[in-house]
């Protein structure tokens, strides 16, 4: 039972990407012409640069997030008189490092494609009923350790007018943690705004990001099957800077904090 806190914040990764579609034209756009995106030469008819529509990234992401148990059973029978609801929670850091690769189908529509490894280190509170003086005591369990390949699918939506864009990003995430047959699903939504700094190639942006993440955790240890339940907050908020380089290389740094999360994602990637 000790390992069943451990698995659920591999699912929660946040796979940030900045978008511009609204910087000033420069006098002749590079891309006039290109196939991808879609009907791109129309909207740099109307004055608008697009981005190069193939991107290709490497980032990593930290993040410390709490998370509260409770309805655990073992072999499908309940438990909870022995970890009662809401007595049990776990503290848990992950780092990921993962590639990310994205298309624009359309100029405000495009679809990406994840795949990373995370190794999480948990401490583990869990509150154990005590039958002989009818108390409730705690078992800790301090830097238990786990590794997950991530893998997700997503798509992208974007609006922007003058120095000012929007994004709007959804993930699909599927984790598999190694050596327990744990695989976790989530749902990921970071909406941002944003704004670009002149011709400074700087732009900062501010949003927030949804986790819904599967409520339940099963897994097998050994022949014993297991489940929790866990809760945590599903909202946090996000503030970035990213930095354009020479030869459309690209550089960002997002911060992420909500009321049971913490984060911070650097992420170095170039568009074609």
Not at 18 to 38: S, W
Not at 174 to 182: A, E, L, M, N, R
């Amino acid at each position: 039972m000790k390992h069943i806190s451990s698995y659920y914040l591999c699912a929660l990764i946040c796979a940030i990407s900045f978008t511009v579609i609204a910087a000033p034209a420069p006098e002749i756009d590079e891309d006039y012409g290109r196939t991808l995106p879609f009907f791109g030469d129309r909207v740099r008819d109307m004055g608008i640069t697009l981005p190069k529509p193939i991107g290709i990234s490497l980032f990593t992401h930290q993040q410390e997030d709490l998370m509260h148990l409770g309805d655990f059973k073992v072999d499908g029978e309940s438990v909870n008189d022995l970890l009662p609801n809401g007595e049990s929670q776990t503290t848990n850091m992950t780092s990921i490092v993962a590639l990310r690769g994205d298309v624009w189908i359309l100029p405000f529509w495009g679809v990406n494609a994840m795949i990373g490894k995370a190794v999480t280190s948990s401490n583990i509170s869990l509150g154990l009923a005590d039958f002989q003086n009818g108390n409730l005591s705690k078992l800790e369990v301090n830097g238990l350790a786990t590794t997950s390949t991530i893998t997700a699918l997503g798509t992208s939506l974007a609006f922007g007018h003058r120095n000012m864009f929007a994004t709007v990003d959804a993930q699909y995430i599927q984790t598999s943690v190694s050596g327990v047959g744990v695989s976790l699903d989530a749902l990921v939504i970071t909406p941002l705004l944003g704004l670009n700094i002149g011709e400074t190639g700087w732009r900062v942006v501010i949003g927030g990001q949804y986790q819904d993440y599967q409520k339940k955790l099963r897994g097998d240890l050994g022949d014993i099957k297991f489940s929790a339940t866990q809760t945590s907050s599903r909202w946090s908020t996000m503030v970035g800077m990213q930095k354009e380089f020479v030869d459309n290389w690209e550089a960002s740094v997002m911060m992420q904090d909500g009321k049971t999360r913490q984060g911070v994602t650097f992420m170095l990637g170039k568009r074609f």
